[in-house]
């Protein structure tokens, strides 16, 4: 089992530009969480999505930010246009929902480092 | 959501046993105690969780207070990479329980 996988590492990119974030989730699990750290705010949750739909997405900062989650082994989290205060490591972790409304424990990727210049 | 209180940072020298404590005296009864830590520039990764008894892992130990106001995660010898952020989480049984909400926690110094 490969974890959860998240691309780029690494990301520079100047203000104003648009960024895509990658995430592939652990096989079989059905639900997707995208979190951000900064030192300020510590780890915040962005967004949840349960069997590829957005349930909650309150904590996602504005109309810049988007994210989709087009199948069961893949979702995105965009920003555009960037700015310097979106610099922060992304997060995506994935768990398995059981029926009867219980989370399973959650796995985290390791991490985009994203530097908005 | 029930809050935690965690020491900011703790210390201790390798091949001894730490205790970390975790104080949620407005815990209710369906509140499970989750502990995950972070390595240096890695994401958080689950340790252990329990509900009212004890609980061993090949991690660690939980052990929990009879009025579960409080818990104690317990590393019974550390090593160097052991050295982490610790977070004690509350998690409701059911409802939003999809959610982890992450304080501060607590920065574990490992020294050789």
């Known amino acids: 089992d490969a974890g959860v996988i998240q691309s780029p590492r690494h990301e520079v990119t100047e203000m104003g530009q648009e960024v895509t974030l990658r995430c592939k989730p652990i096989s079989g699990h059905n639900s997707l969480f995208w979190y951000r750290q900064t030192m300020m705010r510590g780890l915040e949750l962005l967004i949840y999505?349960?069997?590829?739909?957005?349930?909650?997405d309150s904590g996602m900062p504005e109309d810049r930010f988007s994210a989709k989650m087009p199948n069961a082994s893949f979702s995105t989290l965009k920003i555009q246009p960037s700015e310097p205060r979106d610099s922060a490591v992304y997060f995506c972790?994935?768990?398995?929902?059981?029926?009867?409304?219980?989370?399973?424990?959650?796995?985290f990727g390791a991490g985009s480092r994203l530097t908005v210049l | 959501d029930a809050k935690t209180t965690q020491p900011n940072s703790m210390e201790s020298n390798e091949e001894e046993p730490v205790h970390l404590p975790c104080n949620h005296s407005t815990i209710s009864g369906t509140d499970y105690i989750h502990w995950y830590r972070q390595l240096p520039s890695q994401g958080p990764e689950y340790v252990i969780h329990g509900l009212t008894s004890n609980v061993n892992n090949r991690m660690a130990s939980l052990a929990i207070a009879e009025d579960r106001k409080s818990s104690t995660l317990i590393l019974h010898r550390a090593t160097l990479r052991d050295a982490a952020v610790y977070y004690c989480i509350l998690r409701t049984r059911g409802g939003s329980n999809y959610k982890l909400t992450f304080g501060k926690g607590t920065l574990l110094t490992v020294n050789p």
């Open positions: 999505f349960n069997n590829n739909v957005p349930i909650d």
């Open positions: 972790a994935s768990s398995l929902r059981l029926a009867g409304g219980y989370s399973k424990v959650l796995t």
